[in-house]
């Protein structure tokens, strides 16, 4: 299995602004997920996004995958302070089974 | 569905003590993940489960760890002896598919504490 490569570690915004996380993996993939951890619990799932897609929606996340550039952003609209959490992307590639977490975006909202 | 259950939320135990941790995976769901996390290393894959058969044990940091399925519905992740770098938060998740390419859902976490 791979890991996907969050940027930036950390991400300070104002409350109503939008915030964009990138990641970058390095083999082709199967899918890639996004995932959400608020201090002190477990990581809860946002989005996944198959190799064949370029784009998806969910609430006020946007979620975009270019697979000739083995990369892929979340964005959050109009963030709020309960958006303040870490963000973690897991590239699934072909014969993997399992996922790998890398170290996260660290995002703050601040109200 | 209560989602992912684990027990206990937290423990403090000393060095060279044994310790036990248990999950209730979502029910229906064929995969169980056992995760490690600390500052230092981050998130970390201990072992999966498919269908009650362990998988891929190899992040198993060593033979001090040990995990089981016996059911569906059950697993430990037991730690003998203890020792205080085995201080983290550990999390177990669950799957509805044979392997990781579907979502997981995470319980809440056991931090463990050994002194």
């Known amino acids: 299995s791979q890991q996907g490569e969050e940027d930036p570690q950390a991400l300070s915004i104002q409350e109503g602004e939008n915030a964009t996380m990138n990641c970058s993996y390095k083999t082709s993939i199967n899918n890639l997920q996004w995932y959400r951890q608020n201090s002190g619990r477990g990581l809860v799932h946002l989005i996944l996004i198959r190799s064949n897609e370029r784009e998806k929606h969910s609430g006020r996340l946007r979620v975009t995958l270019d697979t000739s550039k083995k990369s892929s952003s979340l964005l959050i609209t109009a963030s709020r302070a309960a958006d303040t959490a870490s963000y973690f992307c897991a590239p699934l590639s072909g014969s993997a089974r399992q996922l790998t977490f890398g170290s996260g975006t660290q995002l703050t909202v601040l109200p | 569905d209560a989602g992912v259950i684990q027990s206990p939320r937290h423990e403090v135990t000393e060095m060279g003590q044994e310790v036990t941790l248990r999950c209730k995976p979502i029910s229906g769901h064929n995969s169980l993940f056992w995760y490690r996390q600390t500052m230092m290393r981050g998130l970390e894959l201990l072992i999966y489960?498919?269908?009650?058969?362990?998988?891929?044990d190899s992040g198993m940091p060593e033979d001090r760890f040990s995990a089981k399925m016996p059911n569906a519905s059950f697993s430990t992740l037991k730690i003998q002896p203890s020792e205080p770098r085995d201080s983290a938060v550990y999390f177990c998740?669950?799957?509805?598919?044979?392997?990781?390419?579907?979502?997981?859902?995470f319980g809440p976490g056991t931090r463990l504490t050994v002194t």
């Open positions: 998740a669950s799957s509805p598919g044979g392997g990781g390419g579907d979502e997981q859902y």
């Open positions: 489960f498919n269908n009650n058969v362990p998988i891929d």
